[in-house]
């Protein structure tokens, strides 16, 4: 199956830094999204884009599908912040994970 | 909208024990997913559904059984409970046709003792 690969597996910023998390994968892919996991637990949709920029707020992605690998931004990075960001991809119809990002923004 | 919603959301069971996670969304999604997350991990495909009366196993769907009666409704049967199915469980829909972002549920955490 494809394989996803996220890195750093760990990072840590203090309030206000920017960072960049990347994703690369194995294969050609129709679906590719980012995901914030907060320290409850819970999976917020950050952003679908199997390819091409997309900006929301302080956080952008940049999905180079011919290139397989997706950059996620994070810019003057908060508190809230923290927690695990995790990219799937989907080839086809089911998303594969990768084991995430972990950040922590301490203040 | 609630979106996809996830019951219950806490559960303690005994090995050998059986129960169901309930999994139901409002979006009129075709597609529904099982996945689960141990600690430290990413999460893994244990079931998924492309539409009512179809299912397909993914990556790790030992000791677990699913059933799609309804476009709404997912359930993830566990029938003999043992303590390597302690996890988080998520549910997750899309809808192929139209826009295939996932959406996931809240999780269900399960521990087995």
């Known amino acids: 199956g494809i394989q996803v690969e996220q890195s750093p597996p760990d990072l840590i910023l203090q309030e206000g830094a920017n960072s960049t998390l990347r994703c690369n994968f194995s294969?050609?892919?129709?679906?590719l999204q980012w995901f914030h996991q907060n320290p409850w637990g819970q999976l917020i949709n950050l952003f679908y884009i199997p390819s091409g920029t997309k900006q929301n707020g302080r956080l952008s992605a940049t999905t180079v599908a011919t290139e397989r690998y997706s950059l996620l931004y994070i810019s003057s990075s908060q508190t809230t912040d923290s927690g695990v960001y995790f990219c799937?991809?989907?080839?086809?119809?089911?998303?594969?994970f990768g084991k995430g990002t972990m950040l922590l923004v301490s203040p | 909208n609630a979106g996809v919603t996830q019951t219950p959301k806490f559960r303690i069971l005994k090995i050998g024990q059986s129960m169901t996670l309930q999994c139901t969304q409002d979006m009129n999604h075709n597609y529904m997913y099982w996945y689960r997350q141990d600690p430290g991990m990413g999460l893994k495909l244990i079931y998924y559904?492309?539409?009512?009366?179809?299912?397909d196993k993914g990556e790790v769907p030992n000791g677990y059984n699913v059933s799609r009666s309804t476009t709404e409704d997912f359930p993830l049967r566990l029938e003999l409970a043992a303590p390597s199915q302690t996890s988080v469980y998520f549910c997750?829909?899309?809808?192929?046709?139209?826009?295939?972002?996932?959406?996931f549920g809240q999780g269900t955490r399960l521990t087995v003792v």
């Open positions: 294969d050609s892919v129709n679906n």
């Open positions: 799937a991809v989907a080839p086809e119809s089911t998303l594969t």
């Open positions: 559904s492309v539409g009512a009366g179809i299912t």
């Open positions: 997750a829909s899309s809808n192929r046709q139209a826009n295939t972002e996932a959406f």
